[in-house]
């Protein structure tokens, strides 16, 4: 199993998936980045799958889990950076991300979070 | 790269299988020329399969082969268990119904996905799932 990195960029912490993903590798981010979020207060996640090839029912639902749980502790999370093919099969497969946001490249869903951050409190 | 044999059999016994299946199909897919878009789908619907076959059928075995039928090419990935069966076949068809955990997408999205899609099954019989995608 590996462990994904998760960097933190100011108030985003940020999650590049770069390996073919093992369910049990994508249960520990969702723990890392809960973890993580708790104790840096961060106000957003950004999770890379522009290395992704391919996501399935399961991981697309881990994707939904952890932008529910993120939410939890008030962070917004952006998927970033899904292939075209992979977006054409997750339609097709009859998955739908359910509330969690996208954007087509990081720099997109950094902008849709300060975007998030000022309509709050901030 | 060497490329792929005509029939590769990977045994299906832990989460990491699930990924060993997903790459052998994605080489069996290259090598029968499918479209980017068709590899994926035909690789999503096997990981679906695999992970049914491992969550579901208690471990069994995958078969991946490649196919020729005059100019076209193919790829057929079967998935064995000697698991419970699934005794009634339409339900574990519907969109949206689950045994277990997971969406209930799994059987019904990896059909969609692929051009053939065969299912022997039956109460404490275990189940196969047999798929096919084709080059265009």
Redesign the interface.
């Known amino acids: 199993m590996e462990r994904i990195p998760i960097l933190k960029i100011g108030d985003v912490l940020l999650a590049s998936i770069q390996i073919d993903l093992q369910d049990r590798d994508v249960l520990a981010l969702q723990e890392d980045l809960a973890e993580k979020i708790c104790s840096s207060g961060a106000r957003g996640v950004i999770l890379d799958i522009s290395a992704v090839d391919i996501v399935d029912s399961f991981i697309g639902r881990m994707f939904a889990t952890i932008a529910a749980t993120s939410r939890l502790f008030d962070a917004e999370t952006v998927v970033v950076g899904m292939r075209p093919a992979v977006a054409i099969t997750l339609v097709e497969l009859g998955l739908t991300l359910g509330e969690v946001r996208t954007a087509l490249d990081l720099e997109k869903g950094l902008a849709i979070l300060a975007a998030l951050g000022d309509r709050t409190d901030r | 790269m060497t490329p792929p044999a005509a029939r590769e059999e990977i045994p299906i016994t832990a ?2 299988d ?2 060993r299946v ?2 052998a199909v ?1 080489s069996y897919a290259q090598k029968a020329k499918l479209s ?2 068709d ?3 035909l ?2 619907a096997t ?2 399969l695999a ?1 049914n076959t491992l969550t579901y059928g208690g471990g069994g075995t995958a078969v991946v082969e490649f196919l020729t039928e005059g100019r076209r090419s193919g790829v057929r990935a079967s998935f064995q268990d000697d698991g419970p069966g699934i005794p009634d076949v339409d339900l574990a068809l519907t ?1 949206g119904w689950t045994s277990g955990r ?2 209930g ?2 059987l ?3 059909r ?2 692929v051009d053939e899609f065969t299912l022997d099954t039956g109460a404490g019989q275990g189940t196969t799932v047999t798929v096919v995608k084709w080059s265009r």
Do not use: P
């Open positions: 989460d990491e699930v990924v997903r790459q994605r980017l878009v590899q994926t789908k690789v999503t990981s679906e992970r969109d997971g969406m997408l799994g019904s999205g990896a969609r996905l």
